[in-house]
């Protein structure tokens, strides 16, 4: 258990569905983000949130949209995705911004078909 | 600016033997360095993390890496190495953007363990 759960494991969509990922998190943090891993590229940052404001979007396509409702949970909603979208998609929180003690939970591997 | 290179994707070691794994950075700034494995259909674990100090880090699992700013290195060794160790390895580089502290992630090592 990192002390940051992500459901569902794994998600298995259609182009024309909408899902969404869900992260929680009861550590305490105050910052928490969504990554995307996909094979032979680095980590890709997508979205930020601090004391549940978004404090950043890395031009990531309008097909995903993410929400913080409190600081514990984060999500990340999908819709009218791409086959290039399957990928992991992993969310992290951090005491922080400003602390360096990322824990990342064990990810949600999406494949759209 | 900052960026991770992470030399070779694969590293293949013999149980037993010294494991390293390669990693240089750029950055603008003193930089804050940081190695994590992921284990299959897991998240990512922190291994260590430099940020000031000691330039000789030591982190769990036996795993140290070593700051050399006249390199801009920041490899990650093991003198031995168990069957458990085999995972995928990335280093990462602290940055800072207008929003606060950002992350930039190599593209990872797969290290393989053979018996």
């Known amino acids: 258990e990192t002390g940051v759960t992500q459901t569902p494991r794994h998600l298995v969509m259609g182009m024309t569905n909408k899902k969404s990922l869900k992260c929680e998190q009861h550590?305490?943090?105050?910052?928490m983000y969504w990554y995307k891993q996909s094979a032979k590229k680095p980590l890709e940052l997508m979205f930020v949130y601090s004391l549940e404001e978004r404090v950043e979007n890395n031009s990531v396509p309008s097909r995903f949209s993410p929400e913080c409702p409190n600081s514990s949970h984060l999500f990340l909603h999908l819709h009218t995705l791409q086959p290039e979208d399957s990928a992991l998609y992993l969310c992290?929180?951090?005491?922080?911004?400003?602390?360096?003690?990322?824990?990342f939970g064990s990810g949600t591997r999406l494949t759209v078909v | 600016a900052q960026s991770v290179t992470q030399l070779g994707s694969h590293v293949s070691v013999s149980e037993g033997a010294l494991v390293l794994l390669r990693c240089n950075y750029s950055s603008s700034v003193p930089p804050y360095l940081f190695w994590y494995v992921q284990y299959p259909n897991q998240g990512l674990q922190l291994l260590l993390k430099y940020t000031t100090g000691a330039t000789l880090v030591k982190g769990i699992n036996g795993f140290e890496a070593e700051f050399k700013k006249s390199e801009t290195s920041f490899h990650l060794t093991k003198p031995s190495a168990h069957m458990s160790d085999a995972a995928e390895y990335f280093c990462?580089?602290?940055?800072?953007?207008?929003?606060?502290?950002?992350?930039?992630f190599g593209t990872g090592t797969s290290l393989t363990v053979i018996p």
């Open positions: 550590l305490g943090h105050n910052a």
């Open positions: 992290a929180s951090s005491p922080s911004r400003t602390v360096y003690g990322y824990t």
């Open positions: 990462a580089v602290s940055g800072f953007s207008n929003t606060g502290n950002q992350f930039y």
